[in-house]
């Protein structure tokens, strides 16, 4: 079956950067929309950003738009998450996740296949 790692998680200053990396395999990449969750200690899992499978429409959480970028690359079967400006409200475990449908969503239960998370810390 499909398989998510996620990847490129630490420790940065707010103001600062990150790149995370989601990894495919197993199954054809192409076909899935692809989204981006975090859930901090105590929290609830909370939607970030998604992509079709095509990278022609994506979605982003108020929270995060015109700070995070999320992309694709079907080659490699990637998908990436950059952050930029990051605040310490962004700290939390994130993880990447594959859905069956041909649009963006944005509920968790939407998404079949999820990988283990990585955890991304902003300090103040």
């Known amino acids: 079956q499909v398989q998510l790692v996620e990847s490129g998680g630490g420790l940065v200053q707010a103001g600062g950067s990150l790149r995370l990396s989601c990894a495919a395999s197993?199954?054809?990449?192409?076909?899935?929309?692809m989204g981006w969750f975090r859930q901090a200690p105590g929290k609830d899992r909370e939607f970030v950003a998604a992509i079709t499978w095509s990278g022609f429409n994506t979605y982003y959480a108020d929270s995060v738009k015109g700070r995070f970028t999320i992309s694709r690359d079907n080659a490699k079967n990637t998908v990436y998450l950059q952050m930029n400006s990051l605040k310490p409200e962004d700290t939390a475990v994130y993880s990447c996740a594959a859905a069956n449908t041909l649009i963006v969503v944005t509920a968790h239960t939407r998404y079949n296949y999820w990988g283990q998370g990585t955890q991304v810390t902003v300090s103040s």
């Open positions: 197993g199954r054809t990449f192409s076909t899935r929309v």
